[in-house]
């Protein structure tokens, strides 16, 4: 039984959330309604996160062409804020870098798009010997077809399928503390 408490439960000891490519001018590319609900469960996550004291890595595919990370996310590039041309957070050193200071080896995935920075970075993370929490409900893509793609293969890949709530309830592990009234009153305050 101890395998799955390993594989499945989050510890918030050794896990990380890594934001991926919420930028100015790949968010308008974006279903309005569900990136909307992505960026809320960011956001949640962002909160959580910070609430809990816990490490949060945020990346930038190509910022000249892309712009920054979107205001509503600033939070996300607080702590670490990494540049990249490569669609793979992994193939960027300042990346690997960064995650290995943190000496998490639980990564609570998120941003855009599913399936090309998120999808390729979770194979590579998972090559590595990292966990991968893919949390559904805070990844996106122009298309539904290839989130949905990305998801299952991800599935078959041995990543871990979440959500935002799962993980920071998983997280919390108690319902006492700062902490939890923080999560709870961030999912009272969730809509979608």
Do not use: W
């Amino acid at each position: 039984m101890a395998e799955f408490k390993e594989k499945y439960r989050l510890d918030k000891d050794k896990a990380v959330l890594i934001v991926i490519d919420v930028q100015e001018r790949l968010v308008p590319a974006m279903n309005e309604r569900v990136c909307g609900q992505v960026v809320s469960h960011i956001n949640m996550l962002l909160e959580g996160f910070r609430a809990m004291q816990l490490p949060v890595i945020a990346t930038e595919q190509y910022p000249r062409g892309l712009g920054n990370t979107i205001v509503e996310l600033a939070a996300a590039t607080e702590q670490v804020c990494i540049e990249k041309i490569s669609f793979s957070c992994v193939g960027e050193p300042k990346f690997m870098a960064a995650l290995e200071k943190t000496a998490a080896k639980q990564v609570v995935l998120v941003g855009m798009e599913s399936h090309v920075c998120v999808y390729q970075t979770l194979i590579d993370l998972l090559d590595r010997g990292y966990r991968v929490h893919l949390v559904r409900d805070a990844i996106c893509s122009r298309f539904k077809s290839d989130y949905q793609t990305a998801i299952a293969m991800a599935v078959q890949m041995g990543a871990v399928l979440t959500t935002t709530e799962i993980a920071l309830f998983q997280l919390l592990g108690v319902a006492e503390g700062d902490d939890f009234k923080v999560v709870s009153r961030l999912a009272r305050r969730r809509t979608a």
